[in-house]
C-alpha cells in the first residue's frame, strides 16, 4: 500500500518508513513461520526452545518477558510444549507462584538438530543486506525499540 497521506513532508516520510519496517518484517516472519511449521512448532514454541537451549532453565516470567509475550499467552505455549514433552515445568518450594521450565532430554535433542538449520535460514534470508548494512539495521531497530516514543 502505497503512502497517499497528504499531510506534513514529516509525517509522510515516518509513515512510509514505518509501512516499509512492518513489510518487511511481516515477510520475514511468514517464511520462518513455513519453516517452524513444518517441524510442528510455531514461532513461540520455537523461541521457548531457543531460550532454553541457550540461557538454561529460565522462570516463565523470565521467558515470557525475553519473547515480549503476555503471561496468558506463554502458559499455553508451555502447555502444548509439555504435551509433547519438550520441556518440564517445576514450582519453586520457596514461592508456589514462581515456576521454573526446563528442557526435557527430548526438547534439547530437537532444538539441537533445528538451531542450525534456523540460523542458516536467517543468515540467509539477511543475505540480501551487506554486513554493514545488517548491523546498521540492528543499531536503528534497538533505537527504535528502546525510543521512549510520543505518548
Same mark, same amino acid.
Request: charged share 25%; aromatic share 4%.
Given at each position: %500500500?502505497?503512502?497517499?497521506?497528504r499531510?506534513h513532508? #514529516?509525517?509522510?516520510?515516518?509513515?512510509d518508513?514505518y =509501512?516499509?519496517? %512492518?513489510?518487511?518484517?511481516d515477510?520475514?516472519?511468514?517464511?520462518?513461520?513455513?519453516?517452524?511449521?513444518?517441524d510442528?512448532l510455531?514461532?513461540?514454541?520455537?523461541? =521457548?526452545?531457543? =531460550?532454553?537451549?541457550h540461557l538454561g532453565?529460565q522462570?516463565?516470567?523470565?521467558?515470557?518477558?525475553k519473547?515480549l509475550?503476555?503471561?496468558?499467552n %506463554?502458559?499455553?505455549?508451555?502447555d502444548?510444549?509439555e504435551?509433547r514433552?519438550?520441556i518440564?515445568?517445576e514450582?519453586?518450594? !520457596?514461592?508456589?507462584?514462581s #515456576?521454573t =521450565?526446563?528442557?526435557?532430554?527430548?526438547?534439547?535433542?530437537?532444538?539441537a538438530?533445528?538451531?542450525?538449520?534456523h540460523?542458516?535460514?536467517? #543468515?540467509?534470508?539477511m543475505?540480501?543486506?551487506e554486513? !554493514?548494512?545488517q548491523?546498521h539495521l540492528?543499531?536503528?531497530c534497538r533505537?527504535?525499540?528502546?525510543?521512549?516514543?510520543a505518548?
Amino acid at each position: %500500500m502505497a503512502n497517499h497521506h497528504r499531510g506534513h513532508p #514529516t509525517e509522510r516520510q515516518a509513515l512510509d518508513a514505518y =509501512v516499509k519496517l %512492518m513489510r518487511a518484517a511481516d515477510t520475514l516472519t511468514a517464511r520462518l513461520h513455513r519453516q517452524l511449521s513444518q517441524d510442528g512448532l510455531s514461532e513461540s514454541q520455537f523461541g =521457548v526452545l531457543e =531460550v532454553l537451549y541457550h540461557l538454561g532453565p529460565q522462570h516463565q516470567c523470565e521467558i515470557a518477558a525475553k519473547l515480549l509475550k503476555s503471561g496468558a499467552n %506463554m502458559t499455553v505455549v508451555l502447555d502444548n510444549l509439555e504435551k509433547r514433552q519438550l520441556i518440564r515445568r517445576e514450582r519453586d518450594p !520457596g514461592d508456589r507462584r514462581s #515456576t521454573t =521450565v526446563h528442557l526435557t532430554a527430548e526438547g534439547e535433542r530437537l532444538i539441537a538438530e533445528l538451531f542450525p538449520r534456523h540460523a542458516e535460514f536467517v #543468515t540467509a534470508q539477511m543475505a540480501a543486506l551487506e554486513p !554493514g548494512e545488517q548491523e546498521h539495521l540492528g543499531t536503528l531497530c534497538r533505537k527504535l525499540g528502546t525510543s521512549p516514543g510520543a505518548a
